[in-house]
């Protein structure tokens, strides 16, 4: 058995060294890709969107009786005003009442579409501990060059930046080759049961599989990781799961005064 774990280690250790070898000696190649269009961007008013939709408390709950409907309406009402030439050229569809999926018609239909994933709903903030924050959770403050609420960057920021880049896009004239479906969840805090998993089970049913499903992300740390200076991007490439284990342990009885060798 010790024999096996030191191959194991060593097997292991080997595969760990090749990895941090190529990470570190990883070099894109230039001229594989053209540079990305330059949009005119202008920071304020973006900035003065999703602060708007920061003020709006799209709070999810598990118990779905307890979920201020009226919210998320006033959300979509308020995305439609901001976004008018999304709303004009996507087909906009409510699921679940709450959640929604547009839908970005593209040039070539044998091309397999685009969906990008994010959610309007944001966790509640505890009762009574209000004054714990810096700025009101659901102020929709812009102050020192940021901006201030709960969905600031879970996730709602998200959802606004791909609604900035279409709008954009449009205002240019743009048509994608592919089909983009924009899916914005209401529930994703609480399971996604009613929202993603609803918008899945409709893409399903018109057999839509994409050739790219992009959802929201990690960090980007500053000098976050051995070997690599300034900003870095986690991107994470699969879904995260999760375990529920109950573990169980039998020993004799004693005392902690008196604790046993092992």
């Known amino acids: 058995m010790r024999r096996i774990l030191l ?4 097997a292991l250790g080997l595969v760990l060294s090749i990895a941090l070898f190529n990470a570190l000696n990883f070099r894109p190649r230039a001229g ?6 330059k949009l005119a961007i202008e920071p304020e008013a973006a900035a003065r969107r999703l602060a708007g939709a920061l003020a709006i408390p799209t709070v999810s709950h598990e118990d779905r009786d307890r979920i201020d409907e009226t919210a998320f309406l006033r959300l979509q009402d308020y995305l439609g005003t901001q976004f008018p030439r999304v709303h004009r050229v996507l087909n906009r569809e409510t699921v679940s009442q709450l959640s929604l ?8 239909a044998g091309l397999d579409p685009l969906l990008l994933l994010a959610h309007l709903d ?13 700025r009101p959770p659901f102020g929709g403050d812009i102050a020192d060059g940021y901006v201030w609420g709960r969905g600031a960057l879970d996730d709602k920021a998200s959802a606004l930046a791909q609604l ?3 709008e954009l896009l449009l205002a240019r004239g743009f048509k994608p080759r592919r089909t983009i479906y924009l899916a914005f969840g209401h ?3 609480v399971g996604g049961r009613d929202g993603a998993a609803r918008i899945a089970e409709l893409l399903h049913k018109l057999q839509v599989r994409p050739a790219l499903v992009l959802d929201e992300g990690g960090a980007v740390m500053q000098d976050g990781m051995l070997g690599l200076s300034g900003p870095v991007a986690l991107v994470g490439i699969a ?6 284990l109950m573990l169980s342990a039998e020993d004799s009885g004693g005392h902690s005064s008196m604790p046993p060798p092992r």
């Open 32 to 37: 594989e890709y053209p540079p990305p269009a």
């Open 187 to 189: 529930d994703e805090e």
């Open 122 to 134: 944001v966790v509640p903030v505890e009762p009574g501990r209000e004054h714990d924050w810096q």
């Open 101 to 108: 999926l547009y839908t970005w018609p593209g040039s070539e």
């Open 239 to 244: 879904e995260k799961g999760y375990l529920s």
């Open 164 to 166: 900035e880049a279409v």
């Open 7 to 10: 191959f194991a280690g060593l």
